[in-house]
């Protein structure tokens, strides 16, 4: 009898230090920004945020690389005034993808307009000098 409930202790201790490790995350993981390759500009989406939500560019051709984080997916628009210059559509969850997109000096929006993401905050400002 002592020895299962010694078993039914630590099956439950270990199952207690599982939970903690998972919440931490597992080993690799980090909370550190997201960085893309030299030459791109990294964009994270996460409900309902972009970050960075401020971006400086040189006018030009830029390649955007914008990863979604979160658990819905997500969109990646730029507009100038009310028109689309280019987007990122179908951004999954942990999905990956570039955008390269020649622009002009002037100040741009980018947003998400998937089921009202931006009305909810999605939305960032770009500079193109």
């Known amino acids: ?12 201790a270990t199952l ?3 939970f903690v490790l998972a919440a931490c995350g597992t080993p690799g ?9 030299p ?3 990294a964009v ?6 972009f970050t ?15 990863r979604n984080s979160g658990q819905e997916e997500h969109e990646f628009e ?11 559509e179908g951004l999954v969850p942990g999905l990956t993808k570039n955008l390269t997109v020649t622009l002009e000096a002037g100040t741009y929006t980018f947003a998400c307009k998937l089921n009202g993401h931006d009305q909810l905050g999605m939305t960032g400002t770009l500079t193109v000098n």
Do not use: C, H, N, Q
Not at 29 to 37: E, I
Not at 44 to 49: G, I, N, Q, V, W
Not at 78 to 88: H, L, N, P, R, S
């Open 78 to 88: 730029i507009f100038k005034g009310e028109a689309v210059v280019d987007e990122i």
């Open 16 to 18: 207690a230090i599982g």
């Open 39 to 41: 030459g791109t500009v």
């Open 1 to 12: 009898m002592l020895r299962s409930v010694r078993s039914v202790r630590l099956a439950g």
């Open 29 to 37: 993981s980090s909370s550190a920004p997201f960085t893309a390759a």
């Open 52 to 66: 960075p939500s401020t971006l400086t560019v040189p006018a030009g051709s830029v390649t955007f690389t914008v």
């Open 44 to 49: 994270e989406t996460k409900e309902y945020t």
